[in-house]
């Protein structure tokens, strides 16, 4: 794992390049700033959108766990679900597809997007602040990264992470809903 500088601390299983980093703190700000609007009609607190190789947003979704009564409808399952249809199919590989999401993927979610195809991974907030923020369990997960890297899935993480901070706060000061099964 490759870390920028000290200073931006992003990771990555690739060599950095700037230039995608540059892109996806343009749109992980910009998704970071939709979850408000999401969260303030029920949804949230977190947004997911697919790219493709030339640069164009295909789909934008977020988690809808609560207002669609289905715990496993999270921001990156729906993304995958709706560019799926789409295009009509469930293996993704030939598109070189970019998932851009506001937070670290969950357990589920690293295996729903290791299902897809999905070529490349960009996230805003590590798991363990969101943990920190929400309460959130998001699973156990022995170095994912690594691993997506093996299976030719490139990741960038840890992009503008006091943005989503800002905005998982937010959430939960505004009295949002923080769901999760009894333990
Ligand atoms: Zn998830």
């Given at each position: 794992m490759e870390i920028l500088d000290k200073k931006t601390k992003i990771i990555s299983?690739?060599?950095?390049?700037v230039v995608k980093v540059e892109r996806a703190c343009e749109i992980i700000s910009g998704l970071q700033k939709d979850i408000k609007l999401f969260s303030s009609k029920g949804a949230g607190p977190f947004v997911a959108a697919i790219y493709d190789d030339k640069g164009n947003e295909l789909v934008k979704t977020c988690n809808s766990v609560v207002e669609e009564i289905c715990?496993?409808?999270?921001a990156e399952v729906n993304a995958i679900r709706e560019i799926e249809k789409r295009l009509g199919?469930?293996?993704?590989?030939?598109?070189?597809l970019s998932l851009y999401i506001t937070a670290e993927p969950c357990m589920m979610c690293i295996g729903a997007i290791m299902w897809s195809g999905i070529k490349n991974v960009y996230y805003g907030v590590p798991s363990k602040t969101v943990e920190k923020i929400t309460g959130f369990d998001e699973g156990f997960k022995p170095d994912w990264i690594e691993e997506f890297r093996k299976r030719g899935i490139t990741v960038y993480g840890n992009i503008l992470p006091e943005l989503g901070e800002e905005a998982l706060k937010d959430y939960v000061e505004n009295g949002h809903k923080v769901y999760k099964p009894k333990r």
């Open positions: 299983n690739e060599p950095i390049d715990s496993h409808n999270h199919t469930y293996d993704l590989s030939s598109y070189n």
